[in-house]
């Protein structure tokens, strides 16, 4: 069992680049999330999904979109990216019906360094 | 001001000592409260939930919450070298979207 798998684990970017970053689940959950990481800031919320076919907006969406063609899918892409968007990115899904856990047991990703320069 | 608060630490400690870690919160409307650890290059991962006030205990964990001065509480006995890692609080309404502290590094010392 696989769990969150996140694609790549690194990447340096110049600045103006696009990138996209894959997330894939195995568990059949359906809220996946994308999130960023920095130093004192915690875990902010970039965006998130609660089914295949939707997506919103989280705390700090501006410069990224993101898909969720398949259930088991969640992509993150960056249009052109800026050193400020340099972090730690980890994918996290959670909540299977009849699974007994409840949906804010969230299951991370090893996450993805992403470099800006 | 922050929704959660964390002091980030580090905080380092000897080998079998008793560790407090913490929360503050604003938002009255937390009913969900959560601990996850985060090894060093690792995602986080579930370590304790708790839904409303009380205490809840799972082996050497004991998690803490007091609703009424929105503080809580994540309490490690017997701490080993292994329990070093990042200690991040999550809380949440009754929905699945989690509010995050910033994380205290804890240093077992052997």
């Known amino acids: 069992n696989a769990g969150v798998t996140q694609t790549p684990k690194f990447r340096v970017l110049k600045t103006g680049q696009s990138m996209t970053l894959l997330c894939a689940q195995d568990m059949n959950h359906e809220y996946m999330y994308w999130y960023r990481q920095d130093p004192g800031m915690g875990l902010r919320l970039i965006h998130y999904?609660?089914?295949?076919?939707?997506?919103a907006k989280g705390e700090v969406p501006d410069g990224y979109n993101v898909s969720r063609l398949k259930k088991q899918n969640f992509l993150l892409g960056l249009e052109s990216a800026a050193p400020s968007q340099t972090s730690v990115y980890f994918c996290?899904?959670?909540?299977?019906?009849?699974?007994?856990?409840?949906?804010?047991?969230?299951?991370f990703g090893q996450g993805t360094r992403l470099t800006v320069v | 001001q922050k929704e959660v608060e964390q002091d980030p630490g580090p905080l380092s400690v000897p080998e079998g000592a008793i560790v407090s870690l913490n929360c503050t919160y604003s938002n009255s409307a937390f009913q969900y409260f959560m601990w996850y650890r985060q090894y060093s290059r690792k995602g986080p991962e579930l370590l304790m939930y708790?839904?409303s006030s009380g205490n809840k205990e799972d082996g050497r964990f004991t998690a803490q919450v007091d609703k009424s001065s929105k503080y809580i509480s994540l309490f490690i006995r017997d701490s080993q070298p292994s329990d070093s890692a990042t200690y991040l609080c999550?809380?949440?309404?009754?929905?699945?979207?989690?509010?995050w502290g910033a994380g205290t590094k804890l240093i077992i010392k052997p």
């Open positions: 999904s609660v089914g295949e076919g939707t997506t």
């Open positions: 996290a899904s959670s909540y299977s019906a009849g699974s007994g856990k409840m949906n804010t047991e969230a299951f």
């Open positions: 708790t839904y």
């Open positions: 999550a809380m949440t309404t009754s929905n699945y979207q989690l509010i």
